[in-house]
């Protein structure tokens, strides 16, 4: 149960992908930290994640936390975008056709009703299809 | 720093307890704790809790210090999400080991049930990045199943293989009278089970639960109220971060590792030398992530080890002979305290369940999904 405040604080982030890329040792991290978590260097640089990856693991959430009711079952992947990892849902796709390595693409999609209904947009990941 | 012993410990049964309110779980582990130490009167308490907020109270030390009759007395409260009473349990052995106090009450206590469950599961996720998590709408399951089928697709694990630990803790579980869950399942049981997040099945999941439990530090110098003195020998606490993204390896807990090596090594003992051991199996992927990051195991291998008969009641280490999260039950800010408490008694010979005689203990407890892990090394 977000806020809208808070959706529109996370644009850059959760609609473009930004994360940070350490200009010392080169580790990027998604979401983006003030200081390296490998080397400790404040130089870090933001810098949009591909939106083409490929699925690390997944899981369909049954059992839903309060608000997602409607997006039941829920498919969540961590997935691998260039040097980085993000978490997030998987539309378009049957759970049981959901695998780990499966290629997916970034797509602009809504998610659930804010606190103080707002209807926000968010990074979704959709199969790649060839 | 000075030494600190442990002079009472008490617990009350894990479970639902509609009947009961915070303040009193908390009260009456901490009276039994206290009356376990020749009825001293503490000059601090510290609180372990997490979700006090789903009962609408904070401001724990003070509410459960005045229910206690202990109004003037120093009071805190210590939050690390499901690992928050490892941490109290570490914040009240520096209390005493810097020589600010000789008597120091630790509590950790937990409320859940009280609000529906779907609150109660929005809750427990607070322990993961609200920003870049819980706006999908992921559950702690559902992370925590992100991290199972990761293991089980790089290792080679099946589902079975992990579905027995909750097998074994039912069994160990079944003679703990203060564990929740007291009855032994089959694994035909754990895989017939509902499943709540992909691949996790209710069985392979903790039961949510109310308890308190509460332990009883003190300085060497007031070290004679007990006749079998347990001393704290080590603690540790290391954090990693709240999110899956940024994490460094998905099928290792970094934070877990730290601090086991460090506690162990403030302790000067040998991870072999330790006879029992309480981890934190939130769920089956939980145990093996635990085990192999502590070092019972090489990574991948927990589940063969324990499919062998490893960790079992009389093994060295004999692992989780509460019957661990699974049977006894995750009071969340509570579990860290319990841990302590039911291996501060089987190293005293005293546990009511099943007891293996030893003389170094070890209990892991962690917040979120590895992200805040405390262990603590106990010898007699
Ligand atoms: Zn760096």
Known sequence: ?130 | MRRVYVAGVGMVNVGKHVDKSLRDLAGQAALKAMEEAGNEVPEALVVGNMLSSLVEQENLASLIGDHIGLRGACGLKVEGACGSGGLALMTGYSLVASGLFNKVLVVGVEKLFERPSADVIRGLAYAADADYELIYGVTFSGLNALLMRYYMSKYGVRYEELAYWSVLMHKNGSRNPYAQLRNEITLDDVMKSPVIADPIRLYDSCPLSDGAAAVFLVSEDIKKLTDTPVTVAGVSNSIDSTDLSSRLELDYLLASSTSARNSLKMAKVDLREVGVAEIHDAYTITAALSIESIGFAERGKAPKAWSEGRFSPGDKPSINLSGGLKSRGHPVGATGVYQVAEVVMQLRGDFPGISVPAEVGLTQNIGGAGSNVTTVVLRR
């Open chain 1, 1 to 130: 149960m977000t806020t809208i405040q808070r959706v529109w604080r996370l644009k850059n982030t959760l609609l473009n992908l930004l994360a940070s890329r350490c200009s010392v040792c080169g580790h990027v991290t998604y979401p983006p930290k003030m200081r390296c978590p490998v080397c400790g260097s404040r130089e870090l640089r933001e810098e949009s994640l591909p939106r083409e990856g490929e699925v690390l693991s997944y899981t369909i959430i049954r059992v839903p936390a309060k608000g997602f009711e409607d997006f039941t079952p829920l498919i969540i992947a961590l997935i691998k975008l260039g040097d980085a990892k993000v978490l997030a849902e998987v539309v378009d796709v049957k759970p049981e056709e959901v695998s780990v390595g499966m290629r997916v693409v970034a797509t602009v999609r809504r998610t659930a009703q804010t606190i103080d209904g707002g209807v926000p947009y968010v990074i979704k990941f959709k199969p790649l299809r060839s």
